[in-house]
T-cell receptor
Framework: DTGVSQNPRHKITKRGQNVTFRCDPI?????LYWYRQTLGQGPEFLTY????????KSRLLSDRFSAERPKGSFSTLEIQRTEQGDSAMYLC?????????????FGPGTRLLVL | AQSVTQLDSQVPVFEEAPVELRCNYS??????LFWYVQYPNQGLQLLLK??????LVKGINGFEAEFNKSQTSFHLRKPSVHISDTAEYFC?????????FGDGTTLTVKP
């Protein structure tokens, strides 16, 4: 098991461009989470999936953000018309069940810089 | 609603000294509590978690934490730190299937 992987690790883009990040969870983990982490703060919850179903979205997730997990395995997070305020580290995590006490395993993150 | 407050943003300490990183939480439901460590350019790694039972929880790398329900605290401790413990530490509460994190405490261990 190679753990949670995220690609790309770094992304620099110009304001107004669209970007897409990918997360590959630990195999057979049915829960997948996206968080955003800005400098000096802890991760903030964005959304999560139970298999392919997106069960909750944070108010932080504006209409420019969309996440998918079409086959219940990998997930993508797309940001349209990026803004400088979107610059952050985007973290993905997965867990093996829908019980809150199950450990979330985090990927290394994708660091986004919007110029 | 749930929230987490990490009372110290930075904690400098000398090698082999004891350390305590403080965390207070609030939640309207029963909670599960976690401490994570984040090394530079890496993802978060679970140190320990409190689910139920004994209020003293032992984790990896010699860390332990004590759950105090009356004070709504979950402080992290280590009796003797190493240079390699230098990292960012996050306390988190999970009461509804997703985690709410504190803003982190930077632990810097000096020789």
């Amino acid at each position: 098991d190679t753990g949670v992987s995220q690609n790309p690790r770094h992304k620099i883009t110009k304001r107004g461009q669209n970007v897409t990040f990918r997360c590959d969870p630990i195999s057979e983990h049915n829960r997948l989470y996206w968080y955003r982490q800005t400098l000096g703060q802890g991760p903030e919850f964005l959304t999560y999936f139970q298999n392919e179903a997106q069960l909750e979205k944070s108010r932080l997730l504006s209409d420019r953000f969309s996440a998918e997990r079409p086959k219940g395995s990998f997930s993508t997070l797309e940001i349209q018309r990026t803004e400088q305020g979107d610059s952050a580290m985007y973290l993905c995590a997965s867990s093996s069940s829908d019980r809150a006490q199950e450990t979330q395993y985090f990927g290394p993150g994708t660091r986004l810089l919007v110029l | 609603a749930q929230s987490v407050t990490q009372l110290d943003s930075q904690v400098p300490v000398f090698e082999e000294a004891p350390v305590e990183l403080r965390c207070n939480y609030s939640s309207s439901v029963s909670v599960y509590l976690f401490w994570y460590v984040q090394y530079p350019n890496q993802g978060l790694q679970l140190l320990l978690k409190y689910l139920s039972g004994s209020t003293l929880v032992k984790g990896i790398n010699g860390f332990e934490a004590e759950f105090n329900k009356s004070q709504t605290s979950f402080h992290l401790r280590k009796p003797s730190v190493h240079i390699s413990d230098t990292a960012e530490y996050f306390c988190a509460v999970d009461g509804a299937g997703k985690s709410t994190f504190g803003d982190g405490t930077t632990l810097t261990v000096k020789p």
